[in-house]
T-cell receptor, first 113, second 118 residues
């Protein structure tokens, strides 16, 4: 079946540091890939998505590129802010689980001033 | 954007009792709703998918008699944990999706419900 693997956290950075959170996936077919963010006390929000190979999703300074050859969708941001502190989830839809989301384990990010 | 609410946000109940959690789409019609369970420091595990007016489809290993799901209207789905036990303590999250069934539109997530069974 489909699966998503994220780098283990927690990740702690200073403000304005560069962020990378690795995500790799296993799926048949051509899944869509997503990054969700969960701020403290809130529900998950879609951060960005990519629906086909080589697509780049971007939002709020975050970027991720759908790499089919390496089955990866790493999340990056050039300069993080304290307000980016949250839990980040990589997810896929499609493959063998059309319409359903398969999540990675989540990565806790803490950004210090 | 689309808003999904859950009620209650926290609930504590005694072992053996039943608890109902509501999930509502506030500004759109949700043809499909999903129920997830999240353990501490772990990912979201899909429990079941419910389409309005139909029986829910449960994921493998999820007891359908224990976790009763009802999706009676286009804006409301409920999850009832029957005869709850301490091992049912968890964070339950719902999501809702509009549009036509079978088409992969974006899911909107509720804030979650923390269930503690004593």
């Amino acid at each position: 079946g489909d699966s998503v693997t994220q780098m283990e956290g927690p990740v702690t950075l200073s403000e304005e540091a560069f962020l990378t959170i690795n995500c790799t996936y296993t799926a048949t077919g051509y899944p869509s890939l997503f990054w969700y963010v969960q701020y403290p006390g809130e529900g998950l929000q879609l951060l960005l998505k990519a629906t086909k190979a080589d697509d780049k999703g971007s939002n709020k300074g975050f970027e991720a590129t759908y790499r089919k050859e390496t089955t990866s969708f790493h999340l990056e941001k050039g300069s993080v802010q304290v307000s980016d502190s949250a839990v980040y989830f990589c997810a896929l839809s499609g493959g063998t689980s059309y319409g359903k989301l398969t999540f990675g384990q989540g990565t806790i990010l803490t950004v210090h001033p | 954007g689309a808003v999904v609410s859950q009620h209650p946000s926290r609930v504590i109940c005694k072992s053996g009792t039943s608890v109902k959690i509501e999930c509502r789409s506030l500004d759109f019609q949700a043809t499909t709703m999903f129920w997830y369970r999240q353990f501490p420091k772990q990912s979201l595990m899909l429990m079941a998918t419910s389409n309005e007016g139909s029986k829910a489809t449960y994921e493998q290993g999820v007891e359908k008699d224990k976790f009763l799901i009802n999706h009676a209207s286009l804006t409301l789905s409920t999850l009832t944990v029957t005869s709850a036990h301490p091992e049912d303590s968890s964070f339950y999250i719902c999501s809702a999706r509009g549009g036509e069934r079978g088409i992969s539109y974006e899911q909107y997530f509720g804030p979650g419900t923390r269930l503690t069974v004593t």
